[in-house]
């Protein structure tokens, strides 16, 4: 069975900075690539950055520069460390994994505030 669990979300001033981690379990995790996506509230889920097995990541236009994606395959992790946070940055972030079907966290709640 599947699961993803993500944590370190929060309410941070706009500038700051925070780091999510996401946990797997029932997959070969050092062949998967994972993913962060973010869904704003009345918008469509979008893609912020993946990361393939052996690290090759990629970043959506607006992540890029600014949040760094990283996995621990030891450790069966997947971090995402969000810098310079904007106002538009405010999301529920998900970890996702495709294996033949789209598995997804629960989310975890990033505010930004001015």
């Known amino acids: 069975q599947v699961q993803l669990a993500e944590s370190g979300g929060g309410l941070v001033q706009t500038g700051g900075s925070l780091r999510l981690s996401c946990s797997a379990s029932?997959?070969?995790?050092?062949?998967?690539?994972m993913g962060w996506y973010r869904q704003g509230a009345g918008k469509e889920r979008e893609l912020v950055a993946t990361?393939?097995?052996?690290?090759?990541?990629n970043y959506a236009e607006f992540a890029r520069g600014r949040f760094i994606v990283s996995r621990d395959n030891a450790k069966k992790t997947v971090d995402l460390q969000m810098n310079s946070l904007k106002s538009e940055d405010t999301a529920v972030y998900y970890c996702?994994?495709?294996?033949?079907?789209?598995?997804w966290g629960q989310g975890t709640q990033v505010t930004v505030s001015s």
């Open positions: 996702h994994v495709r294996k033949l079907v789209d598995y």
């Open positions: 990361i393939t097995g052996v690290g090759s990541a």
């Open positions: 029932g997959i070969v995790f050092s062949l998967s690539t």
